[in-house]
C-alpha cells in the first residue's frame, strides 16, 4: 500500500532498463509516469505538461546522463523557468551529489540506486510534504 496519494511524476534516465522497472514501481505504488532519457525531453515533457494544465507532482532525475543533458543542469534550468519544481535526486554516484547545496533547486531527496520499492515509496512520502 502506498504512503503517498497518487501523484504524476516525470522520470529522467538515460539507462532503459532502470526507466522500465522505475516507471513499472511507480505504477504499482499508484502514480502516473511520464519518461525521459534526457533533460532536453525532460524539460519539454515538463512545461508541456504545465501549459496543458496537468502539472507533474514531482521529477526523479538521474544525475549522469550519457549523451545529452545531465540531471543537476536540466534541475537548474527547470528550478529558474518554475521555482516550484520538485525533485528527487536517483543516483549510483551519490558519493559526488550534495543534496543541501542542490536544495535551493527544488531537490528534496536522494534516492540511491539501485532502490527497492519500499525505498521509492518512503522517499515519495518524505517528498510528498514539499508539493506545491
Given at each position: 500500500?502506498?504512503?503517498?496519494?497518487?501523484?504524476?511524476?516525470?522520470?529522467?534516465?538515460?539507462?532503459?532498463?532502470?526507466?522500465?522497472?522505475?516507471?513499472?514501481?511507480?505504477?504499482?505504488?499508484?502514480?502516473?509516469?511520464?519518461?525521459?532519457?534526457?533533460?532536453?525531453?525532460?524539460?519539454?515533457?515538463y512545461f508541456k505538461a504545465k501549459k496543458e494544465g496537468n502539472p507533474f507532482d514531482l521529477a526523479i532525475m538521474?544525475?549522469?546522463?550519457?549523451?545529452?543533458?545531465?540531471?543537476?543542469?536540466?534541475?537548474?534550468?527547470?528550478?529558474?523557468?518554475?521555482?516550484?519544481?520538485?525533485?528527487?535526486?536517483?543516483?549510483?554516484?551519490?558519493?559526488?551529489?550534495?543534496?543541501?547545496?542542490?536544495?535551493?533547486?527544488?531537490?528534496?531527496?536522494?534516492?540511491?540506486?539501485?532502490?527497492?520499492?519500499?525505498?521509492?515509496?518512503?522517499?515519495l512520502s518524505k517528498v510528498s510534504d514539499f508539493r506545491p
Amino acid at each position: 500500500m502506498p504512503a503517498t496519494g497518487p501523484m504524476k511524476v516525470l522520470l529522467m534516465d538515460d539507462d532503459e532498463m532502470i526507466r522500465d522497472t522505475s516507471s513499472l514501481m511507480l505504477q504499482h505504488l499508484g502514480h502516473e509516469v511520464a519518461t525521459a532519457k534526457k533533460g532536453e525531453e525532460a524539460i519539454f515533457l515538463y512545461f508541456k505538461a504545465k501549459k496543458e494544465g496537468n502539472p507533474f507532482d514531482l521529477a526523479i532525475m538521474d544525475i549522469v546522463i550519457k549523451e545529452g543533458m545531465g540531471g543537476v543542469e536540466t534541475i537548474k534550468i527547470m528550478h529558474s523557468l518554475s521555482p516550484d519544481v520538485n525533485f528527487i535526486i536517483a543516483s549510483g554516484y551519490c558519493d559526488d551529489i550534495s543534496v543541501a547545496e542542490l536544495k535551493r533547486y527544488g531537490v528534496n531527496g536522494l534516492l540511491r540506486k539501485p532502490y527497492s520499492i519500499p525505498d521509492l515509496d518512503k522517499m515519495l512520502s518524505k517528498v510528498s510534504d514539499f508539493r506545491p
